[in-house]
């Protein structure tokens, strides 16, 4: 049983491209966040969802926008897509502040 | 350990031994760490945590030790196996925050 999990796993596309990515958590967890991974495999925070709200929002471009249709869903869409957005996009949970998130297995992006 | 250039720092042991990997944070504001496991092509995994009114806590094979004076945070793994072998990284973060902010990362290599 897998306890969060993103969608599409790898995902190739042209610069200019509009794409998204899904995730879903069976954890019952009340906040969602999404994370970036460069190929330096240093991880930064972009967004964070709690029931449906968006509480973080992390410098990131407009071209990114999450989305939150309930409390398990959180996806991410991204317009216009760059070189410099390929990278390892994670969605991870947790019940609350102060307890450990749990992670997908991450979307490999990469833009040509 | 911090990372220099395109390299993750490198840790390298023999089954057997023990292993100390070591992070440093910069906010005296943080509350609570976590490490966690990231093996290849997967997302990070929870090992253990800590909260700052702690300085040591113990799992299976795992001690994480917090020194709040000098911002220090290094996990202890006892008896280091193959299947140990990933890239580690400590996370912090502060009660009202409910992202987390990851240390650079560092990789441990088992030699069986």
């Known amino acids: 049983d897998t306890a969060v999990s993103q969608t599409p796993k790898y995902l190739v596309t042209q610069m200019g491209n509009d794409k998204s990515i899904k995730c879903e958590q069976n954890?019952?967890?009340?906040?969602m966040y999404w994370y970036k991974q460069d190929s330096k495999k240093f991880l930064k925070i972009m967004f964070s969802?709690?029931?449906?709200?968006?509480?973080i929002n992390e410098t990131v471009p407009n071209r990114f926008s999450p989305k939150s249709p309930d409390k398990a869903h959180l996806n991410l869409h991204i317009n216009s897509l760059e070189l410099g957005d390929s990278a390892v996009y994670f969605c991870?949970?947790?019940?609350?502040?102060?307890?450990?998130?749990?992670f997908g297995d991450g979307t490999r992006l990469s833009i040509l | 350990g911090e990372s220099v250039g395109l390299h993750l720092p490198t840790l390298s042991v023999q089954e057997g031994d023990n292993s100390i990997i070591n992070c440093a944070y910069s906010?005296?504001?943080?509350?609570?760490f976590i490490w966690y496991k990231q093996e290849s092509g997967k997302g990070p995994q929870f090992i253990i945590d800590?909260?700052?009114?702690?300085d040591k806590r113990q799992g299976q094979r795992v001690t994480v030790l917090l020194n709040k004076t000098v911002k220090h945070l290094s996990l202890q793994i006892a008896a280091t196996q193959p299947g140990d072998s990933a890239v580690y990284f400590c996370?912090?973060?502060?009660?009202?925050?409910?992202?987390?902010?990851f240390g650079s990362g560092t990789r441990l290599q088992v030699q069986p």
């Open positions: 991870a949970s947790s019940q609350k502040q102060g307890q450990p998130q749990h």
């Open positions: 954890l019952g967890h009340d906040t």
């Open positions: 969802y709690n029931n449906k709200e968006l509480i």
């Open positions: 906010n005296s504001a943080s509350d609570y």
């Open positions: 800590i909260r700052s009114n702690m």
């Open positions: 996370a912090e973060t502060y009660t009202g925050r409910r992202a987390l902010t």
